[in-house]
């Protein structure tokens, strides 16, 4: 029985790979792809924390608006450009606008015009002397409730 290098099977992964028909989605490295674009998140966002349901919820939403293809694609740019900076200087103007909506989105919580992560968002702990509206007397949005 002959004994493949890593390199032979990687030549053949890659190959079959150049064949198959769903090549965007049959991506080697994915895992260490979203691992980096969950660095990226980070690196916009200013900290190393994130509550998990918001960063979570910014992969989706990024996912859903714009696509996982341009997710790799900030991923391609960062590991081009390293440096959050470079980043930004280096990034096209859909890349610029996909990171600004990333900001957006950890500070406010918006998606769409709807803000649906307001309580998670950033904006929050960026403040020492506030938390979000209505958090302390209920569920977000009770004041709107009628009294009864």
Known sequence: MQRF????????????????????????????????????????????????????????????????????????????????????KAASLRAGDQMRWIATFLFTGEVDGEVRYYDYCLGWQALTFATAPGLCGGPFGHWQEPER
Do not use: K, N
């Open 5 to 88: 290098a890593r390199r032979d099977v990687i030549r053949i992964l890659g190959a079959a790979m150049a064949l198959a028909p769903a090549g965007a989605s049959a991506r080697l490295g994915v895992e260490d792809d979203l691992a980096i674009f969950r660095d990226i998140i980070r690196a916009i966002g200013g900290t190393t924390y994130l509550p998990p349901v918001l960063s979570e919820a910014c992969e989706t939403e990024f996912a859903r608006g714009f696509g996982t293809e341009a997710m790799f694609s900030l991923v391609d740019l960062a590991r081009r450009r390293p440096d959050l900076g470079a980043m930004s």
